[in-house]
């Protein structure tokens, strides 16, 4: 069973109601949409004219032996297939316009939202589908609303028309025609049903393969150490085949449709050939009418056929559409409280009041945590791997809300406070410091631009920072690559706490993996600059390194996510409990070592 959320458990949606909510993005542009069917239905006439010339130059002037119109009938054909190529261009511009707009306007909502969604809803979806549901799907929209939309209507226009036409023609002739195109429209729905479930899978399938290259792509350095390529390139392989049997579900779908189109229109204009001949010889009929009912009838199968493809495109786009609705009908778990007010003053006490937290069901990753820290006060948390020492990072931080009991900053509890508030005055460190394509000034302050470059400059010399940076090509203008490639670890651990620096929160947490696995002077720079952050401020430290943690005001030990240890190092020492265990076992480990 997959850890992330399987998107083909979605239920179906009504085209009708999808077609609706797509219609919202749609009538902003209601202005050249208006143009673009007025335009439509111009196409719509004009296309209908030169075969009706072609039937005037058979039955007055070929018919009779006649030629003197012809120069004039030919150029009044060439006229209106300029003109409905004209107009067909101008439709086209205009339905490209607003496809455009509609994709900048419903990714920028997709991508709004995705920014306010709760860490949780992360943890259940992988980076390759939201970014398939970001790029792919609303590309698929865009090509229905300026390509095919525009084809669909315009064939449905003429297809109307042409009935019309043909019943006035001759209504015997239109009357053997509707008894094939009524079972057609049948088949139609069936194939319509078909393609949808087919579509669905192929997007599925998509979104699994981008979520898939993703992880891989990103742990490349880990599937080359432990030799991973084979068993990878099978799991992939797995994923790539229901990708190709999905695409053949799509493309046997459409090759069975028309087809059947085409089958359909044989065998019309077979019965119509018969017996409009029949009526010819018989006078009761003229030629041009019998050669001008073929033809409106052969144009009447052709946009028929031409909607098989363009079906096929509108069902993508209706499964496509369906995707990014499920993520926009997902609402924020955490969100901020309607009366929601930021302190005052930020003195920096923190409790946690007899706390439950589990991020599945009742597995429970704390248990009535119940601690409080003073103002300005220097914690350690320490304890076991899967202890709880992060998850109290992140709860503080409200990333995600305790089930039972309650967390306060200065006597208020964080769900009475707003997040983006919250974040501000609460600095985080983290284990793995993100570092974006940009440069060094605008990976500091996050191009926040009430941090002046001054402000930036100094948070980077009070961090010892200031060294490195001023040595690169640029300094505080250089161009950092991807996830810091052009940094080394302990630089990227540099920019962090530079980061945190300039913000200047109340309430500073540090990870200590933070400063693990660095050369001992970068080490030594960054523990300097860490002691200059902390100075006048709550500081809270999640510590598996029990030697960065002496000189701390307090230390708290977690087991299974309760509180089993409170004191100073010396206390716990003496106290022979789970820290004096964890300090005898971590140092009598770095004795053997060394």
């Known amino acids: 069973m997959s850890f992330y959320d399987d998107e083909s458990a979605i239920g179906k949606v009504y085209d009708r109601r999808i077609a609706a909510r797509l219609g919202r993005y749609v009538r902003p542009y209601a202005t050249p949409l208006v143009i673009a069917?007025?335009?439509?239905?111009?196409?719509?006439?004009?296309?209908?004219?030169?075969?009706?010339?072609?039937?005037?130059?058979?039955?007055?002037?070929?018919?009779?032996?006649?030629?003197?119109?012809?120069?004039?009938?030919?150029?009044?054909?060439?006229?209106?297939?300029?003109?409905?190529?004209?107009?067909?261009?101008?439709?086209?511009?205009?339905?490209a316009w607003v496809g455009q707009r509609v994709v900048m306007d419903m990714r920028n909502?997709?991508?709004?939202?995705?920014?306010?969604?709760?860490?949780?809803?992360?943890?259940?979806?992988?980076?390759?589908?939201?970014?398939?549901?970001?790029?792919?799907?609303?590309?698929?929209?865009?090509?229905?609303?300026?390509?095919?939309?525009?084809?669909?209507?315009?064939?449905?226009?003429?297809?109307?028309?042409?009935?019309?036409?043909?019943?006035?023609?001759?209504?015997?002739?239109?009357?053997?025609?509707t008894f094939f195109v009524v079972p057609l429209i049948w088949l139609v729905k069936i194939f319509a049903a078909a393609q949808r479930d087919a579509f669905r899978d192929q997007r599925v399938w998509i979104a699994r393969i981008n979520a898939y290259l993703n992880e891989m792509i990103s742990g490349v350095t880990v599937v080359q150490?432990?030799?991973?390529?084979?068993?990878?390139?099978?799991?992939?392989?797995?994923?790539?085949?229901?990708?190709?049997?999905?695409?053949?579900?799509?493309?046997?779908?459409?090759?069975?449709?028309?087809?059947?189109?085409?089958?359909?229109?044989?065998?019309?204009?077979?019965?119509?050939?018969w017996y409009g001949g029949v009526r010819v010889a018989d006078d009761a009929l003229t030629l041009g009418t019998l050669v001008a009912f073929i033809a409106y009838m052969q144009r009447f199968f052709w946009p028929i056929r031409e909607?098989?493809?363009?079906?096929?495109?509108?069902?993508?786009?209706?499964?496509?559409?369906?995707?990014?609705?499920?993520?926009?009908?997902?609402?924020?778990?955490?969100?901020?409280?309607?009366?929601?007010?930021?302190?005052?003053?930020?003195?920096?006490?923190?409790?946690?009041?007899?706390?439950?937290?589990?991020?599945?069901?009742?597995?429970?990753?704390?248990?009535?945590?119940?601690?409080?820290?003073?103002?300005?006060?220097?914690?350690?948390?320490?304890?076991?791997?899967?202890?709880?020492?992060?998850?109290?990072?992140?709860?503080?931080?409200?990333?995600?809300?305790?089930?039972q009991g309650d967390i306060l900053v200065d006597g208020v509890s964080v769900r009475a406070l707003p997040q983006r508030w919250l974040r501000r005055h609460v600095g985080i460190m983290l284990q793995d410091p993100w570092i974006y394509t940009d440069s060094v000034t605008e990976n500091i302050r996050l191009r926040d631009t009430s941090i002046s470059l001054d402000q930036v400059r100094a948070a980077a010399r009070a961090v010892g920072a200031d060294r490195f940076i001023e040595a690169l090509p640029g300094q505080y203008e250089a161009l950092l690559a991807e996830r810091g490639a052009n940094l080394s670890t302990g630089q990227k651990q540099l920019i962090a706490l530079a980061r945190v620096a300039a913000f200047n929160p109340e309430i500073v947490l540090v990870m200590d993996e933070a400063t693990a696995s660095i050369d001992p002077e970068t080490e030594a720079t960054i523990q300097r600059g860490l002691a200059k952050v902390m100075v006048g401020r709550t500081a809270v430290i999640i510590a598996h390194r029990l030697n960065t943690i002496r000189a701390v005001d307090r230390i708290l030990v977690l087991h299974h996510g309760e509180l089993v240890e409170d004191g100073t190092h010396e206390e716990l020492l003496a106290n022979g409990g789970v820290y004096a265990r964890l300090h005898e076992l971590q140092f009598k480990d770095q004795g053997a070592r060394a």
């Open 109 to 177: 909502e997709l991508f709004c939202h995705l920014q306010r969604m709760s860490i949780a809803f992360f943890d259940r979806n992988p980076v390759g589908r939201l970014v398939v549901r970001l790029i792919g799907d609303v590309q698929q929209i865009e090509a229905v609303i300026s390509q095919g939309l525009v084809q669909i209507l315009t064939n449905l226009l003429m297809v109307s028309a042409i009935i019309i036409v043909l019943f006035v023609l001759d209504w015997r002739l239109a009357t053997i025609m």
């Open 307 to 403: 909607l098989a493809e363009r079906y096929t495109m509108l069902q993508g786009a209706m499964a496509s559409a369906e995707r990014i609705f499920g993520i926009l009908d997902q609402s924020e778990e955490v969100i901020d409280a309607p009366d929601a007010q930021p302190l005052a003053e930020v003195r920096g006490a923190i409790r946690f009041d007899h706390v439950w937290f589990a991020y599945q069901d009742e597995h429970w990753v704390l248990r009535g945590l119940d601690v409080s820290i003073a103002p300005g006060e220097k914690v350690a948390i320490v304890g076991a791997t899967g202890a709880g020492k992060s998850t109290m990072m992140s709860l503080l931080s409200r990333f995600y809300d305790v089930q």
């Open 225 to 273: 150490l432990f030799n991973r390529q084979a068993r990878n390139q099978a799991h992939f392989d797995g994923r790539n085949r229901g990708s190709l049997d999905a695409n053949l579900r799509v493309l046997f779908w459409y090759a069975v449709f028309e087809p059947t189109v085409v089958l359909f229109g044989a065998f019309t204009t077979g019965a119509i050939l």
């Open 37 to 95: 069917g007025l335009l439509m239905i111009a196409v719509a006439g004009l296309e209908l004219v030169p075969t009706l010339i072609v039937r005037h130059a058979i039955d007055q002037q070929i018919g009779k032996g006649r030629t003197d119109s012809l120069p004039a009938l030919a150029a009044w054909y060439i006229v209106a297939l300029l003109t409905s190529f004209v107009i067909r261009y101008g439709q086209a511009y205009l339905m």
